[in-house]
């Protein structure tokens, strides 16, 4: 089976950097996603990683290592507006049209 | 603009009750996924489908069951609603070539008494 681990908490200031780390263990991998969830929202994808290394889109970029089974997103020049939960998911060998989400971390920014 | 809907924000049912969520796309979109979200659980997928009246278990589908009659639309049923199916459902979809990128409904919280 997939098992995925993220913190469930992080807590930042206005304009800092903050990261958010998974893990994973399945069996066959096809990549990493990230996923934003505001509170009483819908998840809507932010990035997707298959291969090892950093992707970038805007202030949110977001790492994979397939070797560690590990990757993060990283939020730049945080915002109040970020605060919302981050979910990691994995697409992997099982069945490869579904994805396995982490449990999410809720990010808190404070002003 | 893509759009997700499904029938109801939010629902109120009572034990043994027939409960029927319906999820439509119009995005043309094969991969079909009905989710289950609670507080420190993260989403849990109940069931899927990759095409008209096919549909596969997720990691929970027990106590649920599903009907996909044509492409756009996704039902979820809950055939004798029980207390601990007190949840958000959120459907979802996904294309053949982007299976990673998937579309959410705005959720249905459901409670049942």
């Known amino acids: 089976g997939q098992s995925l681990e993220q913190p469930s908490e992080v807590t930042a200031v206005e304009g800092a950097i903050v990261q958010i780390n998974c893990t994973y263990q399945?069996?066959?991998?096809?990549?990493l996603s990230w996923y934003q969830q505001h509170d009483g929202g819908a998840p809507t994808f932010l990035s997707y990683?298959?291969?090892?290394g950093l992707e970038e889109t805007g202030r949110f970029s977001s790492f994979l290592s397939r070797s560690d089974s590990y990757g993060y997103l990283l939020l730049q020049e945080l915002q109040m507006k970020d605060s919302a939960s981050y979910f990691c998911?994995?697409?992997?060998?099982?069945?490869?049209?579904?994805?396995?989400f982490g449990s999410g971390t809720q990010l808190t920014v404070l002003p | 603009d893509v759009k997700v809907t499904q029938s109801s924000r939010y629902l109120v049912k009572r034990t043994g009750e027939k409960v029927f969520l319906e999820c439509v796309q119009d995005?043309?979109?094969?991969?079909m996924f009905w989710y289950r979200q609670d507080p420190g659980l993260g989403l849990r997928l109940i069931y899927f489908s990759y095409d008209v009246k096919m549909k596969e278990k997720g990691d929970i589908p027990e106590g649920y069951s599903v009907s996909r009659e044509k492409k756009e639309r996704f039902s979820l049923i809950l055939e004798s609603a029980s207390t601990n199916q007190t949840s958000m459902y959120l459907c979802a979809n996904s294309g053949l070539a982007s299976a990673d990128t998937q579309y959410f409904g705005p959720g249905t919280r459901l409670t049942v008494l």
């Open positions: 998911a994995v697409r992997d060998g099982s069945s490869a049209r579904q994805l396995t």
């Open positions: 399945t069996s066959g991998f096809y990549g």
């Open positions: 995005m043309d979109h094969e991969n």
């Open positions: 990683n298959a291969l090892d």
